[in-house]
T-cell receptor
Framework: ETGVTQSPTHLIKTRGQQVTLRCSSQ?????VSWYQQALGQGPQFIFQ???????GRGNFPPRFSGLQFPNYSSELNVNALELDDSALYLC?????????????FGPGTRLTVL | TQLLEQSPQFLSIQEGENLTVYCNSS?????LQWYRQEPGEGPVLLVT?????EVKKLKRLTFQFGDARKDSSLHITAAQPGDTGLYLC?????????????FGRGTQLTVWP
């Protein structure tokens, strides 16, 4: 059984650019959540995808968008990058959207915006 | 603004000491989870508590959920260098936010040999 994988591991961009981060969910998982973890902070919920539909969004502007594909892998897109977008972006997958369901986290993508 | 306040933010202790990490909120949670995160890795679930007053033990780690389901604590007995890491509490509120986790800022624990 393959765990949650994310690519790329590290990324450096400049202000105003656009970035796409990718996540492959654990086998059998149909729910993917994205979190942003700034340095010294806990992860902050960006949004969740359940069976290819956005299903809940945190307090992030519309320039943060996502997709989930039929194989349940997912992308996070960020447009017009700002310096404050520098963070570790975590993807977590779970089996179905139910309470107390364990979310399995990937290793994250470290994004630096210069 | 963090919905969950975690304290202390940093903890540096000697091997063999005991410690307690606190996670507090003014909001009620349907469940509370504790994670441990190593550098360069994502958080790994340690335990989920769902009932007010619930106590769970995992070897030397004891987790407690407050009676009102607004707070939780993690107690480590006889800490070891292998316990070093970032400990995160996260709550789930259920309802329309089902599956969404609200994380605390984390407690960076360092255990010296």
């Amino acid at each position: 059984e393959t765990g949650v994988t994310q690519s790329p591991t590290h990324l450096i961009k400049t202000r105003g650019q656009q970035v796409t981060l990718r996540c492959s969910s654990q086998s059998g998982h149909n729910t993917v959540s994205w979190y942003q973890q700034a340095l010294g902070q806990g992860p902050q919920f960006i949004f969740q995808y359940y069976r290819e539909e956005e299903n809940g969004r945190g307090n992030f502007p519309p320039r943060f968008s996502g997709l989930q594909f039929p194989n349940y892998s997912s992308e996070l897109n960020v447009n017009a990058l700002e310096l404050d977008d520098s963070a570790l972006y975590l993807c977590a997958s779970s089996w179905d959207r139910v309470a107390y369901n364990e979310q399995f986290f990937g290793p994250g993508t470290r994004l630096t915006v210069l | 603004t963090q919905l969950l306040e975690q304290s202390p933010q940093f903890l540096s202790i000697q091997e063999g000491e005991n410690l307690t990490v606190y996670c507090n909120s003014s909001s009620v949670f349907s469940s509370l989870q504790w994670y441990r995160q190593e550098p360069g890795e994502g958080p790994v679930l340690l335990v989920t508590v769902v009932t007010g007053g619930e106590v769970k033990k995992l070897k030397r780690l004891t987790f407690q959920f407050g009676d009102a389901r607004k707070d939780s604590s993690l107690h480590i007995t006889a800490a070891q260098p292998g316990d070093t890491g970032l400990y995160l509490c996260a709550g789930e509120r259920g309802g329309s936010t089902l599956g969404r986790l609200y994380f605390g800022r984390g407690t960076q624990l360092t255990v010296w040999p």
